[in-house]
């Protein structure tokens, strides 16, 4: 059974910072590209990083470059967001995803989320000004 266990959201105000954490299980995870999109109320979901597990390669949509960092910790199969100098934008339920054998480049999942085979439950992100 494939199983996606994010952890690590909160509350935090402006400016500082949050670490999720997305344990995976039931797929090969060194084929897999594992991304996190997230989806604020009313707004449609956004992918906003993916790493590509096998050579670490990673990408991230504008919107957080520069403030979040994604890796990895193979031997715990566990892919983290870091992320710094949040905004109350970033304001969100964030999802981890993956796809096993990974088909596409991070940047093509990072513009088509869909893609993804797998997906998490999510856990909530609150950035208050």
């Known amino acids: 059974e494939v199983q996606l266990e994010e952890s690590g959201g909160g509350s935090v105000q402006a400016g500082g910072s949050l670490r999720l954490s997305c344990t995976a299980s039931?797929?090969?995870?060194?084929?897999?590209?594992i991304g996190w999109s997230r989806r604020a109320p009313g707004k449609e979901r956004e992918a906003v990083s993916c790493?590509?597990?096998?050579?670490?390669?990673?990408d991230f949509a504008e919107s957080v470059k520069g403030r979040f960092s994604i890796s990895s910790d193979n031997a715990k199969k566990t892919v983290y967001l870091e992320m710094d100098n949040l905004k109350p934008e970033d304001t969100a339920v964030y999802y981890c995803?993956?796809?096993?054998?990974?088909?596409?480049?991070?940047?093509?999942?990072?513009?088509?989320?869909?893609?993804?085979?797998?997906w998490g439950q999510g856990t909530q992100v609150t950035v208050s000004s």
């Open positions: 790493i590509r597990i096998s050579d670490g390669r990673r």
């Open positions: 995803a993956a796809d096993s054998p990974m088909l596409y480049d991070c940047s093509y999942y990072n513009g088509a989320s869909y893609q993804y085979e797998y």
């Open positions: 039931g797929f090969t995870f060194d084929e897999s590209a």
